[in-house]
């Protein structure tokens, strides 16, 4: 028997600890080898770019990632991981695992409890949308993309705008621009809300937005009339609206 | 443990000395002349102002009412504050731990035996005295200084799950030991700290405790690191509340709790009267 790849992640070094000494105590009966460990999920995710793992057990309150935003970028990563987690006390985590059936150990874990989960667990299978959505109803948080062969997350609330360029979209943020593997409609069904298409290839974050002006077009350019444009918070950009978008857009605004 | 439990809710038969001896009496009554007799003198003047004339048996009826309203107030307050309902109060109000601290700490022990079976022990026992102190008589003082070697142990116990993530600072040498507080006062707010301003921030911060007498006054003042992102105010404010109240159950209205956001620190602070005990 393959033994069964395994990332641990939480902040706090013993109970990392607990969770190899448990797995070596049932390891007659499930062989396990630990790949890596972190202590958030944004260490989890660097650590997961290169190496795969068959599963995850993971706690919940982190610094930088809680664990059922990892849960949510895990299930992105091709094969998937299973995911398991592993709480002291919450309540409403522990309801979202029982919406959402998925497995959960409650600290302090007991060796029975968490060989029964890993022999339970089914790794490679990527989880269903609802059940992402019970787990993390907000849904993710950050964004993911590797630079030179780091992982980078941006936080959501950084992102000025998403631009579709031929093959791929742009993230705008006010450090700079990032390069997304991911299709602008699968975002913008993702963060509806959170975004307003002004164009055909452009999202704009809504609480990115100062204000906006009419701006005459150059001259010489085809269409040279006069065209809305958005300004934003910190960058000195301004953002073409279409004519389509602009009656959609102007309500938003004024709403 | 049920059992034991029972025991500690019983009601002795003579009342603590607690709650009932606190200074501050007379400011309340200044206050309850305040309360009833303030609003009667500005009608008084509001009809004068608007051209009646208050004379003769229309200001005694006015000044009767102020005196109505003033033992209204009296009565009122008296009915909170009578012994047995601040006792009352002050079982409920008995301080609960956090089962998260709670079950990541037994978890950190256990995940600490077998590589350190000493730094274990020392945090069973750390966590036995934390809990006999939980389950003390809620209605008694005690020194500062007891309660200051309590949070000592309870932060031990944080170090031993979060490590060099939570650093504390302590600056109580002008602090005086012997000013009675009630039991569990400071050492909520400790876990509110590393609850809310160490645990989920990336690399952890400093807990500041600074503790200061004069005037006949203890001054305590708490701070941690604040990210407005990870405000939970729901949590915190039910801690203070409880803090609050029991303050004002054994100090009066000499007591008070604030608490502001400054400099991107979270800052607690706590006053009340120096009162020492008696042994």
Redesign the interface.
Known sequence: MTPLRLALVD?????????R?LLQDIADAMPTEIVCAAA?GVEALELLADQAVDVVLTDI?M??MNGLQLALHLARLSPPPAVIFVT???QYAVQAFELSATDYL????RAERLLEALRRCRPGQPPEARQLQALAPGGREHLRCTERGRVLLIPLDEVLYLKAELKYVTVRTRGGEHVLEESLAQLEQEFGPRFVRVHRNCLVALAAVRGYERERGEAGEVDSEARWVLLLQDIDEHIAVSRRQWPQVKSLLKG | MARERESIRQFPETPAAGPEARPGGQRELALAFAAGLLPVLLLWLLLRYLGFDVGGPAALLLAALGLALSLAWVYRRGLTRSPAMAEARLMALTSRIRPHFLFNSLNAVLGTIRSDPRAAETALEEMAELFRALMQDPRHLVPLSDELALCRKYLALERLRLGERVQVQWDVDACPPDALVPPLMLQPLLENAVYHGIEPIDGGGVLIIRIVSAGGMVAMELSNPYEPRHDHAQGNRMAMDNIRERLGLFFGLGASLEHEVRDGRYFVRLVFPYARGGA
């Open positions: 902040d706090e070094a013993p109970a990392r600890a607990r969770l000494d958030s309150h610094p930088r002291a006390f919450d409650l600290k302090p874990v």
